[in-house]
Each structure stands twice: as C-alpha cells, then as structure tokens.
T-cell receptor, first 114, second 110 residues
C-alpha cells in the first residue's frame, strides 16, 4: 500500500546545481502533478502530466523540467537551482482530470538552496 | 487579486465550538470545488468535495454559492484533532488548472 512516494524527503543544494526530485505512484493513475508550497502563496502548480509522455506547464514552470517516460514516475528537475526555488515540493496524482476526482499527495520534499 | 482567496486566520476556538470558513474565487467558469486539510508539515488531504446543492459529512458542511462565487466550510462541535490548515481548492477546465487557496489555520483548544 505504498501509494505515492517522493524522494528525497529533504535536500540541501547550492545555487547553480542541478537537482532532481523523484515521484512514484503505485495506483497507475493517469494524471500527475508537481506543486510548490511557500508561505503566503499556498500550493502553486509547476507542471502536470495527463499520461506517459504528455506533460504541460503550470503556473510557475520557469526553471523546472519534467519527464514522464513511465506512468508511475514523474521526476522534477531544477536545471540550475536558485535560492527562490527553496520550497516544499509536493507531487500528486489522480485517476481522472477534473470533476470530483481527488488528488492524492505525496509526503513532500523540503528543498533548501544555499 | 488572487484567484482563490481565504482568510488566513488563525481561528482560535474552544472545543465544541462551531466555526465557519469562507473562500472566494474569481473565475466564474470554475467547475469543481474542494476543501482539503493540511496538518503541520504534512501533505494536503481531501476533506470533502463541494456540490452545488451543499453537502454534509458528519460534523462538516460545505456550501457553494456560484452567483457570489464563494465556498464555505462549517465545522460543528470542534475537536482538538480538527486543528489544521484548511485549503480551499478550485478546479477549472478539464481539471488541469487546480488553484489552491493559501489556507485558513484553525486551532481548537481544550
């Protein structure tokens, strides 16, 4: 009953480094999402994916890259980390888009960029 | 103006109290509405969906007013375990654009 997992849970990196955050779900959900959560902003959508090999930008996608070669994995890469990318990152999945469908969230990755 | 706005609180209430949260949204074409709960340093979890006719789940009642573009959550007989941040969530076209409010913090004290 793994559900949705994220790794690492905590990460400290330096400005300019590339960082990849992993997300894995065991439900075979079609839809996956990446959010960041910052004080005063709530969760903001970075990228989403409707299926393997189908991804699209969200509200705050600059500086981030995603891929979805397999349905169960949705890694998020910070190409060249900046201090403004210090945040808590949540991955989520859902079986269907919109409607009444729940999004299930992973436990989050806390990223600090020095 | 934010697309989804909530009173950040915090709301400090005694056990047994009734507390209500409101949330307003700016996009009149919004399709789906939810309340999520987020405990400190944890991930958000769905509390309940919000239907046009209003809906109830135990001590929790959600209402939607499309004309005024607001959503409400009422918690009756508050428990200590209700202490959390409550996130108002609005989903637009196809469910791809999901907007989260910044959350309302609730503290229930003995």
């Amino acid at each position: 009953d793994a559900g949705i997992t994220q790794s690492p849970r905590y990460k400290i990196t330096e400005t300019g480094r590339q960082v990849t955050l992993m997300c894995h779900q065991t439900w075979s959900h079609s839809y996956m999402f990446w959010y960041r959560q910052d004080l005063g902003h709530g969760l903001r959508l970075i990228y989403y994916s409707a299926a393997a090999d189908i991804t699209d930008k969200g509200e705050v996608s600059d500086g981030y890259v995603v891929s979805r070669s397999k349905t169960e994995n949705f890694p998020l890469t910070l190409e060249s980390a900046t201090r403004s990318q210090t945040s808590v990152y949540f991955c989520a999945s859902s079986a269907l888009a919109g409607g009444r469908e729940t999004q299930y969230f992973g436990p989050g990755t806390r990223l600090l960029v020095l | 103006r934010k697309e989804v706005e909530q009173d950040p609180g915090p709301f400090n209430v005694p056990e047994g109290a009734t507390v209500a949260f409101n949330c307003t949204y700016s996009n009149s074409a919004s399709q789906s509405f939810f309340w999520y709960r987020q405990d400190c340093r944890k991930e958000p979890k769905l509390l309940m969906s919000v239907y046009s006719s209003g809906n109830e789940d135990g001590r929790f009642t959600a209402q939607l007013n499309r004309a005024s573009q607001y959503i409400s959550l009422l918690i009756r007989d508050s428990k200590l375990s209700d202490s959390a941040t409550y996130l108002c969530v609005v989903t637009n076209t196809g469910g791809f654009k999901t907007i989260f409010g910044a959350g309302t913090r609730l503290f229930v004290k003995a």
